[in-house]
Structures are given as C-alpha cells and as structure tokens.
C-alpha cells in the first residue's frame, strides 16, 4: 500500500536509507522540472558516488530552508560550486556543494515505464532543454515587456 507522506515527515529516513546505500523511490511535487517531472511521475535516488556532472539531477537541501529540491546541473561556478536550475525555471541557483547534495536521480517511472538517466533518448532530451534555455529566457524577456 502506498501513502502519501510529506517529505520533511521521511527525511531522516531518506537520508538514513541514501547513507547506508539503498535507493529510495517517491513522487516530487511541483512545476520546477516540467515537462519531465510533472507530479505523476516516480523518481528513483541513490547516493552520488563522486562529483556530480553536467545534467545530473541531484536531490539536496536548499541552503537556509528546509525545502527538499530535484534540479539538473547545467554548469559549475568558479569556487567549485555547481550551477543548478529547473528544466521549467529561468533563474539558476548558483553555490550548491557535494555536502548540499543527498543523493541523484538514477531513473523516473511514466505511465508505467521506467526509464534512466542513462537511456540515449533521456541524454538528448538533457541537451535540448539545456540548449533552449537562452532562447525560453529572451522570449519571456520580451513577452514581459511587450505586457506592460
């Protein structure tokens, strides 16, 4: 039987169960990762092993809050620090470290079919939403200024 739990309720035992090796499956909440993570979906963590890379969708802790967050890495800042934004989200969130990060997705279930981030159709889907993002950024610049 599956239940619906908040994730601040489970995250001691996440985090217990990431540590000690094991993968942890659940649904994320929210718009951020649209369209590949629309709330439907499952994802499926394990610990990181080593430094992230371009594209990996860590899950960590948002500095200062207790908000528990799956993003893609879509670069690295200068102190070493990786640069992470939502496949939906204009801003990138700048400072992340490995001690931010709890675990990365290794894989997702859709409509009953798991698919990892390993797959070729997954990593092409990583490059075009990476590459698109200047473009989504210039449009809304200025459909935000032909609203006003």
């Given at each position: 039987m599956n239940k619906e739990i908040n994730?601040?309720?489970?995250?001691?035992?996440?985090?217990e169960k990431l540590n000690a090796g094991g993968e942890v499956s659940f649904s994320p909440k929210?718009?951020?990762?649209?369209?590949?993570?629309?709330?439907?979906?499952?994802?499926?963590?394990?610990?990181?092993?080593?430094?992230?890379?371009?594209?990996?969708?860590?899950?960590?802790?948002?500095?200062?809050?207790?908000?528990?967050?799956?993003?893609?890495?879509?670069?690295?800042?200068?102190?070493g620090g990786y640069v992470i934004c939502g496949d939906n989200m204009l801003l990138c969130e700048y400072g992340i470290t490995d001690s931010d990060?709890?675990?990365?997705?290794?894989?997702?279930?859709?409509?009953?079919?798991?698919?990892?981030v390993n797959d070729?159709?997954?990593?092409?889907?990583?490059?075009y939403i990476c590459a698109i993002r200047p473009i989504r950024r210039l449009y809304h610049r200025i459909k935000r200024k032909f609203s006003k």
């Open positions: 994730i601040d309720d489970a995250a001691d035992l996440i985090i929210g718009t951020s990762m649209k369209p590949l993570l629309s709330g439907n979906e499952k994802v499926t963590v394990k610990k990181q092993q080593g430094k992230l890379k371009k594209y990996d969708l860590p899950f960590y802790k948002r500095q200062g809050t207790s908000q528990y967050i799956i993003h893609r890495v879509v670069g690295f800042d200068k102190s990060v709890l675990g990365v997705v290794t894989g997702f279930c859709r409509n009953g079919k798991y698919h990892s070729i159709s997954y990593k092409l889907y990583c490059r």
